[in-house]
């Protein structure tokens, strides 16, 4: 399984960033996926996961209502997932990493140590 980030960079604070991440190999369509965030200093942490074909969703708390994270089922070796982040802040800057979960059920939780494949993740600047 391989995971590629995209959609990083500078952001105003207030403003809105999308990130993508394709997740390609062989039974993805059984695997979960998670974003997790890792800032300067802090352990990494997580954000959203989706279960397989985006049946489910789950959040941190306090990303509710300004996180989406979507699910493109389109393909069958290949699937990307988005994080759509509205009203950014100094406090979501941070390295956002996508990962995988081999969980044929329709659930996802965010629990690090259930995540085995990860991306190389993409840097989120928010600064004016």
Same mark, same amino acid.
């Given at each position: 399984v391989q995971l590629v980030e995209s959609g990083g960079g500078l952001v105003q604070p207030g403003g809105s960033l999308r990130l993508s991440? +394709? #997740?390609s190999g062989l039974g993805i369509e059984y695997y979960a996926v998670a974003w997790f965030r890792q800032a300067p200093g802090k352990e &990494?942490?997580? #954000?959203?996961? #989706?279960s397989r074909f985006g049946v489910s969703t789950s959040y941190q708390d306090s990303l509710k209502g &300004? $996180?989406?994270m979507s699910r493109d !089922?389109? +393909?069958d070796t290949e699937t990307t997932v988005y994080l759509q982040m509205e009203n950014l802040g100094p406090e979501d800057a941070a390295v956002y990493y996508c990962a995988a979960e081999y969980r044929p059920d329709y659930n996802? =939780?965010? &629990?690090?140590? !259930? =995540? +085995? $494949?990860w991306? /190389?993740?993409? /840097?989120v600047t928010v600064s004016s």
């Amino acid at each position: 399984v391989q995971l590629v980030e995209s959609g990083g960079g500078l952001v105003q604070p207030g403003g809105s960033l999308r990130l993508s991440c +394709k #997740v390609s190999g062989l039974g993805i369509e059984y695997y979960a996926v998670a974003w997790f965030r890792q800032a300067p200093g802090k352990e &990494r942490e997580g #954000v959203s996961c #989706v279960s397989r074909f985006g049946v489910s969703t789950s959040y941190q708390d306090s990303l509710k209502g &300004r $996180f989406t994270m979507s699910r493109d !089922n389109a +393909k069958d070796t290949e699937t990307t997932v988005y994080l759509q982040m509205e009203n950014l802040g100094p406090e979501d800057a941070a390295v956002y990493y996508c990962a995988a979960e081999y969980r044929p059920d329709y659930n996802c =939780y965010l &629990r690090i140590a !259930n =995540y +085995k $494949f990860w991306g /190389q993740g993409t /840097q989120v600047t928010v600064s004016s």
